[in-house]
T-cell receptor, first 116, second 114 residues
Framework: AQSVTQLDSQVPVFEEAPVELRCNYSSSVSVYLFWYVQYPNQGLQLLLKYLSGSTLVKGINGFEAEFNKSQTSFHLRKPSVHISDTAEYFCAVSDAAGGGADGLTFGKGTHLIIQP | ETGVTQTPRHLVMGMTNKKSLKCEQHLGHNAMYWYKQSAKKPLELMFVYNFKEQTENNSVPSRFSPECPNSSHLFLHLHTLQPEDSALYLC?????????????FGSGTRLTVV
């Protein structure tokens, strides 16, 4: 079984400043890792995913994340945030070898608040 | 619009009512999912359907009953719910239940049980 920890429930950042949202996972097997974003009154939208290969993954809206196997982390970063980035961000993990029947395991989410 | 449509967007029901949530996708995906999203808690996987067959129910109470008549439609039938069942119910689909595929989520149904 996997688990995901998003230590920060809320991250306030000034507009145009860089941001990092932290995600740590626990698993005894190889994993796939995902970041999703949820805007108010909407469902979740896939930002990016790590399956294999390069540990630096680029996603939509200028976000990127780096997979660090030794630290079991998959932190999300953006060099310069915009007001429109205000949303809830979810990290998720799944078993890379599994058939997928157990779906994705999500963290509790981090609320990114952009201050003007 | 993501390609996954959920209706209704909002639902208020009494504990003795029976209602159904509907999810529809025309993305050609074969797998569909129900998730429950409660405040301050991680998303909880409720049901997984792959090619219309249920593959996971994750110990969900029997007052929640899923139905998947075809690969494009998924229902969640509700009866005798409890106030703690109030939450955002999200439907998602993917090309396959293989974990490498990203999920496409609907906008959710906000359920309030009174």
């Amino acid at each position: 079984a996997q688990s995901v920890t998003q230590l920060d429930s809320q991250v306030p950042v000034f507009e145009e400043a860089p941001v990092e949202l932290r995600c740590n996972y626990s698993s005894s097997v190889s994993v796939y890792l995902f970041w999703y974003v949820q805007y108010p009154n909407q469902g979740l939208q896939l930002l990016l995913k790590y399956l294999s290969g390069s540990t630096l993954v680029k996603g939509i809206n200028g976000f990127e994340a780096e997979f660090n196997k030794s630290q079991t982390s998959f932190h999300l970063r953006k060099p310069s945030v915009h007001i429109s980035d205000t949303a809830e961000y979810f990290c998720a993990v799944s078993d890379a070898a599994g058939g997928g029947a157990d779906g994705l395991t999500f963290g509790k989410g981090t609320h990114l608040i952009i201050q003007p | 619009e993501t390609g996954v449509t959920q209706t209704p967007r909002h639902l208020v029901m009494g504990m003795t009512n029976k209602k159904s949530l509907k999810c529809e996708q025309h993305l050609g995906h074969n797998a569909m999912y129900w998730y429950k999203q409660s405040a301050k808690k991680p998303l909880e996987l409720m049901f997984v359907y792959n090619f219309k067959e249920q593959t996971e129910n994750n110990s969900v109470p029997s007052r929640f009953s899923p139905e998947c008549p075809n690969s494009s439609h998924l229902f969640l039938h509700l009866h005798t719910l409890q106030p703690e069942d109030s939450a955002l119910y999200l439907c998602a689909s993917s090309a396959n239940t293989g974990n490498a595929y990203g999920y496409t989520f609907g906008s959710g149904t906000r359920l309030t049980v009174v």
